[in-house]
Nanobody, 122 residues
Framework: QVRVVESGGGLVQPGGSLRLSCKASGNFFIIYSMAWFRQVPGKQRSLVAS???????NYAEFVKGRFTISRDNGENTMYLEMNNLNSEDTAAYYC????????????????WGQGTQVTVSS
């Protein structure tokens, strides 16, 4: 079974930093695009940042200049470096990956993680 698992969330003071990780495991052929989303209770899940396999990145306006997305294809892992955090960044952060399961099939279904909570508070 293919899974992605997030880690690195926690409680941080305003202005602080955190680094989230998302690691894919299981039997698959290749991981295409990956992304971080976040969600607060009562609101829709929103895109934070995405990264292609070749490293092309895209950021939501509200994190530009503060967050950096990266990935290590050899380790099947994606990262989100979050700096200058504020209370509005408090949310559950989810990893999303388009994973092609085998060579024969061109399908690359989305795989979601269970989320990791980030709380910014003094």
């Amino acid at each position: 079974q293919v899974r992605v698992v997030e880690s690195g969330g926690g409680l941080v003071q305003p202005g602080g930093s955190l680094r989230l990780s998302c690691k894919a495991s299981g039997n698959f052929f290749i991981i295409y695009s990956m992304a971080w989303f976040r969600q607060v209770p009562g609101k829709q899940r929103s895109l934070v940042a995405s990264i292609s396999r070749s490293g092309t990145t895209n950021y939501a306006e509200f994190v530009k200049g503060r967050f950096t997305i990266s990935r290590d294809n050899g380790e099947n892992t994606m990262y989100l470096e979050m700096n200058n955090l504020n209370s509005e960044d408090t949310a559950a952060y989810y990893c999303n990956a388009n994973i092609r399961l085998d060579f024969e099939s061109l399908d690359a279904p989305e795989v979601w993680g269970q989320g990791t909570q980030v709380t910014v508070s003094s």
